[in-house]
């Protein structure tokens, strides 16, 4: 990272951020966002440097069966083979030990030759216990004591490790979710710690929050992180307790780790414009903002669109809102370029799943975490009604894919019930599910599929992104309205959706349109009139890629919360006088 003498730089906290396919450091959306976020902060040759964890176990290896039962095993990985390993270690005090943390580095390298550094914390060290040794070593495992380890280590552990290093110059620090907000506690320790004043003030409080910005990515109250009063003094000891009492940290009978950060922040957003409005109804005491996501336009366009826009649109790589220009690119460039991208994703299913698909037929693509919520059997609600549209309007393959967390036991039902709709459709229909599904099948079927599907209960996605990457290929959305579709839908021109508002409805209207536009306006579009279809395709480029992109939203980040926090603090209560000194932290 070239920064100059006293440019400020930004710290990126996540709690996994996917850096190459092959590194299991991630999970899936938000690490993907994260990955995105720094690859862009690189291409526009923003200072910022990423705090993250190593998992040197990953997050899992996904096996299924014929039955679509999944199972799982560690994907360990080596980070010597594709980081360097940092001189500098810091200790961390977990129930009352000494954890020895060290970082190893990965660099992200933007189209310029600008790197963004990534500092993966590891606890794998001799000098720790055998049991501290593997608090690094899994992504969301462990119990919720392994849990608030992890996030001492991110929060704490990345704040000291980042001061080693000799990063003096950080001028905010950005909590994606509330995994990293014990960091917040460790700037409050540092403050007290220089001003000697011993208890909290208000004064404190602000000037904390003058460093932070935090973004919350899930709308519903089970993805925030919260722990007991007894395992958090367990974990972090009695004087860091204490100082979150001093501070009013707790939310009840809790630490949630959510409240943490937006306590302790002075800028806060959701990921998109619905999702700041759920944001703000959860959360009615805070001031939140809403900046949308975006994907990495170079990472996840296909090899055959990187060639079609470098041909027509040579600026498109240095400057995403020229993708806006390729409403002049000719429909039949368009549909040549669709047609590489689908033959390479058929090539691999055949390859790896030993399935041949048809390539003129209509391929439908759903590939998310398998979670209740995203509803991934919504299309198998009337098997004959499916198998009546593919014989009278036209032929459809369907691609899923997806993994469930290893303790998500109704996740892991929704893979069985799609295999038990494939299985029932497979007179008609042809159906894969894609084992093992990660960044290199992502790439492959958002881009190589005919239509994107996804189908949640509204308002639970908070914006979503895979449908963003399938815009970048031509890749038009059948979705309903909730999360980024909601900006990006414009009804028969970038896509379709499913429902009729963005407001709640019945999951009945929801299939009901689903198959109604399915089968009188899709598939006789795309059989019977194919230019409107491949006009549809270049429109989604036009209208979507153009502004769904990370080099879009990081210009906000750095417009709106990098460099204006000091006049978005939020509306919580003030502090009152301390009753008592709190001892700081190490």
């Not at 899936?28 to 990423?50: H, K, M």
């Amino acid at each position: 990272m070239k920064t100059k003498p006293n440019q400020p730089t930004i710290a990126y906290f996540s709690m996994e951020i996917a850096l190459e396919p092959d590194l299991p450091t991630y999970s899936g959306g938000l690490g993907v966002l994260a990955g995105d976020t720094l690859r862009s902060a690189a291409d526009l040759e923003t200072p910022l440097i990423a705090v993250t964890l190593v998992y040197r176990q990953g997050y899992f290896r996904q096996r299924l069966d014929a039955w679509g039962r999944q199972s799982e095993q560690p994907e360990a990985w080596n980070p010597e083979q594709k980081t360097k390993e940092m001189e500098p270690r810091v200790t961390v005090e977990i129930e009352g030990r000494w954890v020895m943390v060290r970082a190893w580095r990965y660099n992200v390298e933007g189209i310029t030759g600008e790197t963004v550094p990534v500092f993966l914390l590891d606890t794998d060290l001799p000098e720790n216990s055998p049991e501290d040794r593997r608090l690094t070593d899994y992504l969301y495992g462990g119990d919720t004591r392994y849990r608030l380890c992890q996030e001492a280590v991110l929060g704490l552990g990345g704040l000291k490790i980042l001061n080693k290093l000799g990063y003096s110059n950080i001028q905010a620090y950005h909590m994606n979710e509330g995994h990293s907000s014990l960091l917040a506690l460790g700037l409050l320790e540092r403050r007290l710690d220089q001003s000697f004043a011993g208890r909290v003030k208000q004064l404190d409080i602000d000037s904390v929050r003058h460093m932070c910005i935090f973004t919350t990515h899930t709308p519903v109250p089970a993805g925030h992180d919260e722990f007991t009063r007894p395992l958090v003094e367990q974990v972090l000891g009695p004087e860091r307790t204490a100082l979150l009492n001093e501070a009013r940290a707790w939310h009840g009978d809790k630490l949630n780790m959510t409240y943490l950060a937006l306590q302790f922040s002075g800028y806060v957003n959701g990921v998109a414009m619905r999702h700041g409005e759920v944001s703000r109804d959860m959360f009615p005491s805070y001031v939140i903002s809403a900046i949308t996501n975006g994907v990495h336009a170079v990472t996840w366009a296909s090899p055959a669109f990187k060639d079609l826009f470098d041909r027509h649109i040579p600026a498109w790589r240095i400057d995403n809102n020229y993708l806006r220009y390729a409403i002049s690119i000719p429909l039949e460039e368009i549909r040549e370029a669709h047609a590489r991208a689908k033959r390479e994703l058929l090539a691999e299913i055949r390859q790896r799943q030993g399935v041949d698909l048809d390539p003129a037929g209509f391929t439908i693509g759903f590939a998310r975490r398998a979670s209740a919520y995203k509803r991934a059997a919504l299309l198998f609600q009337d098997t004959e009604r499916l198998k009546r549209i593919a014989r009278e309007a036209g032929p459809i393959q369907l691609l899923y894919g997806g993994k469930a967390h290893p303790r998500d036991e109704s996740g892991k039902q929704i893979i069985q019930e799609v295999f038990r709709g494939s299985a029932s459709l497979a007179d008609v229909i042809r159906i894969v599910y894609v084992e093992n599904y990660d960044m290199h099948w992502a790439r492959l079927i958002t881009s190589g599929v005919d239509l994107w599907l996804n189908n949640p209960m509204r308002p639970q996605e908070a914006s979503g992104t895979s449908g963003m990457k399938a815009a970048l290929n031509g890749v038009p959305s059948f979705s309903v309205l909730d999360g980024w579709w909601i900006e990006g839908h414009i009804e028969g021109v970038t896509g379709w959706s499913i429902g009729n508002s963005y407001l709640d409805e019945d999951s009945t209207t929801e299939v009901a349109t689903l198959y109604d536009k399915l089968e009188t306006k899709i598939l006789p579009m795309f059989y019977g009139r194919p230019d409107e279809y491949m006009n549809v395709m270049r429109m989604a480029v036009a209208l979507n890629a153009s502004f769904f992109n990370t080099q879009r939203m990081l210009s906000q980040y750095i417009a709106n919360a990098y460099a204006k926090r000091e006049a978005i603090l939020p509306s919580v209560p003030r502090l009152s006088t301390p009753k008592k000194a709190t001892v700081t932290g190490e």
